[in-house]
């Protein structure tokens, strides 16, 4: 799941649901498996497939008029209980980018921890965005991670989104905390020398 973030630029799957919980987003029977593997197959797994496992036709991970590495969701994403294995499904399903107005501060947290970037956006820009994608599935936006912009293609309009500085870094040169550590390992050495 470890991937650098430059540009990303992508058609988007528009979920405009708001108050979307961590167990909408997978479902607790699936919470048993500690291994990070197959999760993506179970993103929104209620809404996604009947209780026969058929697909819902009308939901929109079913629908192959909207594709693409970015979800556009309503605002308060993510919200619930703490459990990091909806980060694993979302990353696992192979979204990069979360598009939302609000995001509960510990999933945005793993979100960042697993690679997927949570962009906050206005909740005008955000309507704008569910307006474009309805209008033309096929519209992309572009995020700009070392510049901090997300760019509706298809209106031309741009906001800057904030992030951790050191969250940047890590996606930028796609680095978990532990990679991050050992790249600083003679830094830290360094210090401790000094500082003993």
Do not use: M
């Given at each position: 799941m470890k991937q650098k973030f430059d540009?990303?630029?992508?058609?988007?799957?528009?979920l405009p649901l708001e108050n979307?919980?961590?167990?909408?987003?997978?479902?607790?029977?699936?919470?048993?498996?500690?291994?990070?593997?197959?999760?993506?197959?179970?993103?929104?797994?209620?809404?996604?497939?009947?209780n026969d496992g058929t697909p819902v036709k009308d939901f929109v991970l079913n629908d192959p008029t909207y594709s693409g590495c970015i979800l556009v969701a309503g605002k308060n994403f993510g919200s619930g209980s703490s459990r990091e294995h909806a980060a694993w499904a979302i990353a696992?399903?192979?979204?990069?980018?979360?598009?939302?107005s609000?995001?509960?501060?510990?999933?945005?947290?793993?979100?960042?921890?697993?690679?997927?970037?949570?962009?906050?956006?206005?909740?005008?820009?955000?309507a704008e965005l569910f307006a474009s994608i309805a209008e033309n599935p096929r519209m992309e936006v572009e995020v700009d991670l070392p510049r901090q912009t997300v760019t509706n293609m298809a209106t031309g309009r741009k906001e800057r989104f904030e992030i951790n500085?050191?969250?940047?870094?890590?996606?930028?040169?796609?680095?978990?905390?532990?990679?991050?550590?050992?790249?600083?390992?003679?830094?830290?050495?360094?210090?401790?020398?000094?500082n003993n």
């Open positions: 540009i990303i630029r992508s058609t988007c799957v528009p979307v919980d961590t167990d909408q987003i997978i479902p607790a029977r699936y919470l048993k498996a500690t291994d990070k593997e197959g999760f993506g197959q179970n993103l929104f797994r209620d809404w996604r497939y009947h696992g399903y192979g979204f990069r980018v979360v598009i939302s609000f995001f509960a501060d510990i999933h945005k947290n793993n979100e960042l921890n697993n690679f997927v970037l949570p962009v906050v956006v206005t909740e005008t820009f955000l500085g050191y969250k940047k870094h890590c996606l930028i040169n796609g680095q978990d905390d532990i990679d991050f550590l050992i790249q600083s390992r003679q830094l830290i050495e360094k210090w401790e020398q000094q």
